[in-house]
């Protein structure tokens, strides 16, 4: 079936304006994470959704990142006035179930970069 | 909390020689480890994890609890094993459910 799909995989934005990173999970995966990759940095986790639970949002690096899950399916994280320091990487990955085996699968990425 | 450290950003070898990413975690108990792949233009994705015991392209990884390791391994490594790996660390159930990733090595492997 299909993957995990995020949409768009290239942002251009300028510093100051908010924007919005989409994921579509697989169907039927439970758990969905967002991570932050920056070069010299690895992953760096966001925030995390298990089903119908309350978020963990310990990743968040500040008040102007947010996420939400629709649905228990797709999400939507929100950057808003973004800073240059906001260019990286925005990985969705999905999950089935909590054990501590399920590998994580990822999506393409998108590509944010703040002129 | 657990952590992850790959102390080499970079490594790089010939076609045909050994490979080894060193891996280190920080955490008290029994961890469940895995280490993934990402290449050239393509999505992150699982290479292989501790508890399959399995050897995947090659590569293997052992756990050592009392060094705390989870080095990946590979005795003659291909071009195609050019790639950005990440270690990463989950803990069982009553814990975390977010694996924590190490910084990556880049591994360059020369013709």
């Known amino acids: 079936g299909a993957g995990v799909s995020q949409s768009p995989s290239n942002k251009v934005t300028e510093k100051g304006k908010d924007v919005e990173l989409r994921c579509d999970p697989i169907?039927?995966?439970?758990?969905l994470y967002w991570y932050r990759q920056s070069l010299g940095q690895g992953l760096e986790f966001l925030i995390y959704?298990?089903?119908?639970?309350?978020?963990?949002k310990s990743g968040l690096p500040s008040d102007r990142f947010s996420a939400e899950r629709t649905g228990g399916s797709v999400s939507t994280l929100t950057i808003q006035r973004t800073q240059q320091e906001d260019s990286a990487v925005y990985l969705c990955?999905?999950?089935?179930?909590?054990?501590?085996?399920?590998?994580?699968?990822f999506g393409n990425g998108t590509r944010l970069t703040v002129t | 909390a657990q952590r992850v450290t790959q102390p080499e950003k970079l490594l790089s070898v010939f076609k045909g020689a050994p490979v080894e990413l060193k891996c280190n975690y920080s955490?008290?108990?029994?961890?469940?480890l895995f280490w993934y792949v990402q290449y050239s233009r393509q999505r992150l994705q699982l290479l292989l994890r501790?508890?399959s015991r399995e050897s995947i392209k090659g590569f293997t990884a052992d756990l050592n609890k009392g060094e705390t390791s989870f080095h990946l391994k590979k005795p003659f490594a291909q071009e195609e094993d050019s790639a950005m790996y990440y270690c990463a660390l989950k803990v069982p159930p009553g814990g975390s459910y977010i694996p924590t990733f190490g910084r990556g090595t880049s591994l360059i492997v020369h013709p």
């Open positions: 990955a999905s999950t089935s179930g909590r054990g501590g085996n399920s590998p994580l699968h």
């Open positions: 959704f298990q089903g119908n639970s309350a978020p963990d």
């Open positions: 501790h508890i």
């Open positions: 169907s039927g995966h439970t758990a």
């Open positions: 955490y008290s108990g029994s961890p469940e």
